[in-house]
Each structure stands twice: as structure tokens, then as C-alpha cells.
């Protein structure tokens, strides 16, 4: 269980087949976001079509609705959602900060109001590994805590030590072992504080590691160096998840340093918002110009949606505020998201990933590819 | 093309196949709604598997948006949706009345302010034909005027009887040999003026018959009664859509009096609602009690929902406010209908409509069968 088989690698990038209780994913991987117990908008089945391999769960959201004894008597987040691959949920940290009221951090946890019904909450490691063990789910995270940016070096210090004896609580608590648990490596972006987090956090020798208190705001020229000192700290032959990380150019540039799980909102949130992704950047279907081509989004993609819609029926969708073109547009960039770490595997199986990354850039970025990006290409494509 | 092969009766109740140019349907049958070129939430692929068989547009929503030529662009609706099979449009009569404003009816047409931008639209009969023709569906509809409950019998004889001229001159300009167009017969509630409509529109003699003017307010007391005038009326070979009427004891006691095609709003919008239709009547998925039933909407039902989800999930994707809930709602309550003329279809096959009605009445009623049901069932008892 928890096995992770590197199979190629490009650099720092690896192609791995990684073995869960509830099935084997093969990385690199992205992760769509089942917030409340559902992927907004999208079936299982289709999940299935578009390439899922592993679904994200809210422990904030389903601790307050439906709670987590009503998930564990479905069997879990598998039984309750009738997704039956490998899921994931996160510690509820991170979430108690973006979206809990009136919060007070202490040694023993937090305490929040509910952003349900503003009744008092107290979340602690050992009551986060209690609802974890009741979702079920095959990965777990532990508790941290996750500043906001910008932070000051005294305060992310302070933090990343007490996520650490968080870390300690949620392990001496952890009872299923069909759940693997993530410790969380914080520290901004400072190196000194991410040399000290992984310091404190690889002698647990867990089956793998988050890399988090990115992607909160930093700007990029600030988040990939942290990505790239993380996974050089971080031991080969164990899967690295980099959270809340889902823009395209973000996956492409993290599976270059050596990231291997992703989630985000990005590609459903957008989708209801009315964006399609494409190889040349987004497609606002909320603008004029799709309203009267009867192409698909693209050409190349196999969702049901570009196989069966062209853009004018679902600029049209749009438009009307129907229910079929959210639940389109989300499906199309699952399978966008889905179809890039395929394109990325295949080439760093077959030794062109680099190539492959630098052409794929150069139509992406349409006002020509950052620094940051091809400073991050750089930097994974020597092995550490 | 648009034969109609009567292949078993019950009384009044008739099992029929009906040929239309994109394929066979089998009567009776209920229409969903795809107002505005979707029903809403659902997918080509889904309806299918609910068992749908033709498939309702609505010249009104679609004239305003996309405008009929982007749907002809993409060869008519089958091309514009996805959905391969047979198409309905109505006339966009009935809509101008319900939700165009400031609207003004003379001899010529009504000219109304779209409820989108306020722009003034003149719609004749000729403009509906043309707009129906871009639209391409199989069985189209008759530019008519329905008028509201109560009116007086002045004004909806003075109706009927330029809705007769109005149907004269969409036959003077409808082009389209593929396209059956059905005349609706209107006269409220009043034997005696549905009598005119009847006298005045079957020499026409069309592929079909809609019956119109009903489900527009009146108790089912009245509505019944005029429905099993209409059909006692309308020649045995032909078609009879009853116009706008979907709750499922309307369509047993429609059945009972020998009507063969229904539609309405009323599966997909009431399960946005919540509401999910059973044969105990409806499942309130906002109420508290199904938060903690594991078993699903309906053990019988073989929809995508009730196969794979709890109450309890259905319930808590309703309570967050979760797409994908009012998505799984309206798939069952679409089921559900469909299921319903399957059933009505085989016990009239089998010799037992009668009898199967009574039963399943017995079990929706919860309050005791309503005597206009009863009614119902026994008018269609005996054949004309």
C-alpha cells in the first residue's frame, strides 16, 4: 500500500505509478476539487471520461455540512459521492483561515465561527484526523497552519514549529492504516524557513509530503523557487503534492521541479465563470466572437463537449445563464488539465519533455513566455 | 412520414407508433422542455437514457437568442443541441402572452417588448412559420392566441376564430414539407366554443391535433372535462397533444381520455426546486427527513440518480446548493415521467390501464383520489 514506482524521469520531472487502497494513479496528476462532496456541476461517470484519477475533499466544509458521521455511514467520501477511486482531503486548516469567522489561533488549534451559521467551532489536529479517518479518504493532510502573504519571518517561523507539534498530535492520533497521512511543509517563501521546515518534518518519513503555504498571493518570481528549494530538500521515491496549484502554466512549471499531485479550483470555478482552457490561453465565452463560430472549443480535445458542441451553442449557454454551460465549460478544462499531464507524462517518458514544455509555452503565453516559467524549465531540467 | 399506427386501446387510451422524419416515437409520450435549445441541466446523452423521445423548443426564448439563423447554421436544433432525434416547437403564441410585455393584439399579429432588452417585436403567423422553419423541428405549431382564465366568452370566441385565420395563413406560407404543422384547438373551457374550434379547424386536416388553452389556470374540474371534449372530437388517426401539462396525474387521467403527447416545465423545474416525483406523490429534498435516508429517491427507478445516490446525498447536494443536485432531481422526476407512459403504455398493451391506474392513483393520492380523476378515468373507459 502507498507504494511510489518512479517509472522515467526528465530532470527533476518523474513519471510514477503511485498505489492507493481504492486503486493505483499514475503521476503527474491533477486533482479536481470535490469541495462539498461533489465536483461541482459533474457526475462520477464523468469524472471517469475526462481522466480523474484522484478527488479532493473538504474537511472544513463536510466537518459543518453534512458532518462527518453521515459520510462514514455511506462508507466514506466513496460511498457518499458514488465516486469509488482514491480521494484525498485536506486538514481543514487552510480553509478555517480563507473562510472562517473571527478566528483565534492557539497551541491547541483553532477556533472559528462557522460561515454556515456563525456557531463556534474548534478545530484541533486530533479532531482533524477524527473527521479525516470518518471522510475516509485514501490520503490524508496533516493540521497546519497556513500564513498569509506577506507574513513576517518571526511569524511564519513561530507558525511552521507549531505545525510541526501539530504534526506529532495528528500522528499520535492516526489510527486507520488504510490512510496515508501528508505532513505539510510551510515556510513561505523564505529558504532558510523552508530548509527549517524540512528539517523538523522528513525524520517522520511519511509515504509523502505536501508542499504548502504557496500560491496564497506570492507573486511568481517568488512561489516556483520555493517550489524548486522544496523538492530538492524533499526524498526521491516519494510523491510530492503541491496544494491548491491548477493553472495550466503552474502545472507545467511544477511537474518541470519535480511536482507530482496538484488540486485547485481553477478549472471548474473558471468553467462557471464562462472560460474555456485552451492550448492558446483562455476562451472567454462570455465575449462576442464565439457567439457565431461552429467549431468546437478545440479541435484536438475528446470531451463530450468538444465532441458534441460548437462554441456557439455554448457561448449561447452562457449567455442564458443555463445550467448545460457551466457543466459543459467545467468539463471541458478537467479534461484540459487532465489531457496536459497526460501530454506531460508521455514526454518525459519518451525524453522530450523539455521541447515538448517550451513549445507548448510559446502558444500558451501569448504575450510571450515570463521569466519565471522558463527559469523554472531551467532549474528541473537537471536532476538534483 | 408523420404516420400514426394505432396498435392498442383501452377505452379512450391508445398505444401508438408515430413516424416522424428523425425517427419513431411510440405514444403516448411526454415531451421535456428544452426552452431555450436546452433542458435545462441535462444532456443529449442523458435524455436519452432517461427514455425521452422528442424534445420541446420554445419560438419565443429562441426567435430573441440565439435568433432562428444561428440555430439553422447548425442545420436546426438537432444540430444547435447535440440531440439527434425529433423536435417540437411551439408558436411562440402562448409565450408572448405569459411573458412578453406591454403586448397589443390585432388581426395582423401581436407586437410585444422582449423581455431581454425591451425591443419591440412584431410576431405574426407568417413570422412564426419562418422562425419554425429556421428552428427545423418535425412537428410544428400553429400561430395561435391563448387566451387567459377566466375570459369572457366574447373574447375567446373573437380568439378562436382569428386564431383559425391565423392558422390559414401559416398554411399559405409554410414551405417545408419535412415540418408537420398541428393546428391547436383552442375555446377555454366552453363546449360550445371548442365545438367552433373543432368544426372550424378539422377540415384543415393535418398530421396532428394540439389541444390548447387549458392548463392556464382553471380547476382540473373544468380542464378535464374540455380535454375530454377536444378528444372526443378530434378524428381517431390522428396525434393529440395536450399543450403545456405535465404533473403526473395529468398525465394518467390525459392518457385515460385518449391524448398522446404532453410537455411541461414541470420535471426539471421542480426538481430545482428540490422536489422529486415518486409514485407516493413527491419527495420534499429540502425538508429534514431525507438528510439521513441511505436508500435512494425510488428502489424501482433506474436512473443515473437513484443507482448510484442516498436521499442523504441528494439532500445535502440540495442543502449546499450543489449543481449537481437540481441536475440529479430533474434526471430522476424526467425518469419518473417517462417511466409513467411506459407503464400507462404496457398496461394498455396488456388489456389492464384501467385497473393499473386505479392502483397507482390510490397510491399518489394521499388524500383520497380527487373526483376529477375518477371522472377522468371513467369518460375514457368507453371508446367514442
Avoid at 38 to 61: C, F, R, W
Avoid at 98 to 112: A, C
Avoid at 333 to 353: K, M, P, Q, V, W
Wanted: hydrophobic share 40%; net charge negative.
Amino acid at each position: 500500500m502507498f507504494e511510489f514506482d518512479i517509472q522515467a524521469t526528465a530532470g527533476r520531472a518523474r513519471v510514477a505509478s503511485f498505489t492507493t487502497p481504492r486503486g493505483q494513479v499514475t503521476t503527474p496528476m491533477f486533482m479536481p476539487v470535490g469541495t462539498q462532496g461533489t465536483v461541482k456541476g459533474i457526475s462520477p461517470d464523468e469524472l471517469h471520461a475526462v481522466g480523474s484519477q484522484m478527488i479532493l475533499g473538504n474537511t472544513y466544509h463536510l466537518m459543518l455540512r453534512p458532518g462527518e458521521a453521515m459520510v462514514a455511514a455511506h462508507g466514506g467520501l466513496p460511498g457518499f459521492t458514488a465516486y469509488p477511486g482514491p480521494f484525498l482531503t485536506d486538514s481543514g486548516g487552510f480553509q478555517v483561515m480563507s473562510l472562517g469567522h473571527m478566528r483565534r489561533i492557539t497551541e491547541d488549534g483553532v477556533v472559528f465561527k462557522s460561515h454556515l451559521d456563525g456557531s463556534l467551532i474548534n478545530l484541533t489536529p486530533e479532531r482533524s484526523i477524527q473527521v479525516q479517518e470518518g471522510l475516509g479518504a485514501d490520503i490524508i493532510m496533516a493540521f497546519d497552519e497556513c500564513p498569509p502573504y506577506p507574513a513576517t519571518t518571526e511569524y511564519v517561523k513561530a507558525s511552521l514549529e507549531r505545525t510541526v507539534r501539530w504534526l506529532e498530535r495528528c500522528l499520535n492520533v492516526k489510527s486507520r492504516e488504510d490512510q496515508a497521512l501528508f505532513p505539510i511543509i510551510q515556510g513561505g517563501t523564505d529558504e532558510t524557513l523552508r530548509a527549517l521546515s524540512l528539517e523538523l518534518t522528513l525524520p517522520v518519513n511519511p509515504h509523502g509530503f505536501a508542499i504548502g503555504g504557496l500560491a496564497v498571493g506570492e507573486p511568481k518570481t517568488e512561489m516556483f523557487p520555493a517550489v524548486a528549494f522544496s523538492t530538492a530538500g524533499l526524498p526521491e521515491n516519494k510523491p510530492r503534492y503541491l496544494m491548491g496549484v491548477g493553472h495550466p502554466e503552474d502545472l507545467v512549471a511544477g511537474i518541470a521541479l519535480g511536482v507530482d499531485m496538484f488540486d485547485c479550483v481553477y478549472p471548474t470555478r473558471t468553467g462557471r465563470f464562462g472560460y474555456a482552457l485552451t492550448d492558446q490561453g483562455r476562451i472567454n465565452m462570455n465575449s462576442s466572437a464565439p457567439r457565431t463560430q461552429l467549431q468546437p472549443i478545440d479541435e484536438s480535445c475528446d470531451c463530450y463537449a468538444c465532441r458534441h458542441y460548437t462554441r456557439a451553442y455554448l457561448a449561447h449557454l452562457v449567455r442564458a445563464e443555463e445550467m448545460l454551460g457551466p457543466r459543459m465549460l467545467s468539463l471541458h478544462n478537467l479534461r484540459y488539465l487532465h489531457r496536459l499531464t497526460e501530454r506531460a507524462r508521455d514526454a518525459i517518458s519518451n525524453g522530450t519533455f523539455h521541447s515538448w514544455a517550451r513549445v507548448w509555452a510559446d502558444g500558451y503565453f501569448k504575450n510571450g513566455v515570463p521569466e519565471w516559467f522558463s527559469q523554472a524549465l531551467q532549474t528541473g531540467e537537471t536532476a538534483v
